[in-house]
């Protein structure tokens, strides 16, 4: 390596500690303030946190001006409004599980089988909760498990409302054989698939990841039209055809609960909008 090469990479590194320093005593000023309960000046705050006061200004004024701290009219600060957007994101979000994970305990109860809520992870289903259901039926998937999402009845409905080259190009990435070989792999397929599902509400497989597993899925929707989680009930695919009805009527009524808690279900709302 040349001397030129040697200097450039010196200052790269010495700028990314700079930023990375910036950050941290960006957070050290917000957690000040949170961590006190009450607004302070900026000397307050540049002593607390043992910053020299010049540095303090330059981190103040530029979240003030990002709305991430609010400047009152004596010159004190406070969290900003961008926080508060923040924290009402992430609130909801805990609330979804929260509601999801009661509804999910209830419809376990209610059918007498396992019941999965799922969400998406880039081209994959993970599983985000699940309540075991009575009988000794065993189950593979667990808390955490991500398999592809053409695996799965809840892998296509969690595409289920992307436009079409988005679905396909998906499905071209990341459908993958599945052990029992029975999974779909074809993308126009699973994409034309994954609408239909999504539009029906409803997502029914069987033996397509497991040998005589089912799955029958509905798709949580929020205010948006975009599909945020899946509710499933998964059980041997013998039972699941016996009552393939009954069971699609309830876990699509667990799925509208949820959104109605939620507040994104319209009064008298049974379908989302896909965008072909």
Same mark, same amino acid.
């Given at each position: 390596?040349?001397?030129?090469?040697?200097?450039?990479?010196?200052?790269?590194?010495?700028?990314?500690?700079?930023?990375?320093?910036?950050?941290?005593?960006?957070?050290?000023?917000?957690?000040?303030?949170?961590?006190?309960?009450?607004?302070?000046?900026?000397?307050?705050?540049?002593?607390?946190? $043992? @910053?020299?006061? +010049?540095?303090?200004?330059?981190?103040?004024? !530029?979240?003030?001006?990002?709305?991430?701290? #609010? %400047?009152?009219?004596?010159?004190?600060?406070?969290?900003?409004?961008?926080l508060y957007h923040y924290g009402l994101a992430y609130a909801r979000s805990l609330d979804f599980m929260?509601?999801?994970?009661?509804?999910?305990?209830?419809?376990?109860?209610?059918?007498?089988?396992?019941?999965?809520?799922?969400?998406?992870?880039?081209?994959?289903?993970?599983?985000?909760?699940?309540?075991?259901?009575?009988?000794?039926?065993?189950?593979?998937?667990?808390?955490?498990?991500?398999?592809?999402?053409?695996?799965?009845?809840?892998?296509?409905?969690?595409?289920?409302?992307?436009?079409?080259?988005?679905?396909?190009?998906?499905?071209?990435? $990341? @459908?993958?054989? +599945?052990?029992?070989?029975?999974?779909?792999? !074809?993308?126009?397929?699973?994409?034309?698939? #994954? %609408?239909?599902?999504?539009?029906?509400?409803?997502?029914?497989?069987?033996?397509?990841?497991?040998?005589?597993?089912?799955?029958?899925?509905?798709?949580?929707?929020?205010?948006?039209?975009?599909?945020?989680?899946?509710?499933?009930?998964?059980?041997?695919?013998?039972?699941?055809?016996?009552?393939?009805?009954?069971?699609?009527?309830?876990?699509?009524?667990?799925?509208?609960?949820?959104?109605?808690?939620?507040?994104?279900?319209?009064?008298?709302?049974?379908?989302?909008?896909?965008?072909?």
């Amino acid at each position: 390596m040349d001397a030129s090469n040697g200097i450039s990479d010196g200052a790269e590194r010495t700028a990314r500690r700079s930023r990375v320093s910036g950050i941290d005593r960006a957070l050290q000023v917000i957690d000040h303030l949170y961590e006190t309960g009450a607004p302070a000046g900026s000397y307050a705050i540049a002593k607390a946190v $043992g @910053a020299p006061l +010049s540095t303090v200004y330059v981190i103040i004024d !530029d979240l003030v001006e990002k709305n991430m701290l #609010a %400047r009152n009219g004596d010159g004190t600060l406070w969290l900003g409004s961008r926080l508060y957007h923040y924290g009402l994101a992430y609130a909801r979000s805990l609330d979804f599980m929260s509601v999801a994970t009661q509804e999910m305990h209830d419809l376990c109860r209610e059918a007498g089988e396992t019941v999965q809520v799922c969400g998406r992870d880039a081209d994959h289903m993970l599983v985000l909760a699940m309540a075991d259901g009575p009988s000794h039926f065993q189950v593979a998937s667990r808390v955490g498990t991500r398999v592809p999402l053409n695996w799965t009845a809840s892998g296509r409905l969690l595409v289920g409302h992307l436009p079409e080259p988005e679905r396909v190009d998906l499905f071209r990435r $990341g @459908a993958r054989m +599945s052990p029992t070989g029975r999974a779909e792999i !074809d993308a126009e397929t699973l994409s034309d698939a #994954a %609408r239909a599902a999504f539009e029906e509400r409803l997502s029914i497989q069987a033996g397509e990841s497991d040998y005589s597993v089912a799955c029958i899925a509905s798709p949580i929707v929020d205010r948006s039209g975009n599909c945020v989680a899946t509710i499933s009930i998964v059980l041997p695919e013998q039972k699941a055809f016996a009552d393939k009805s009954g069971y699609a009527d309830r876990v699509k009524a667990s799925a509208a609960r949820i959104e109605t808690v939620m507040g994104w279900r319209q009064h008298g709302s049974s379908s989302h909008s896909v965008t072909p």
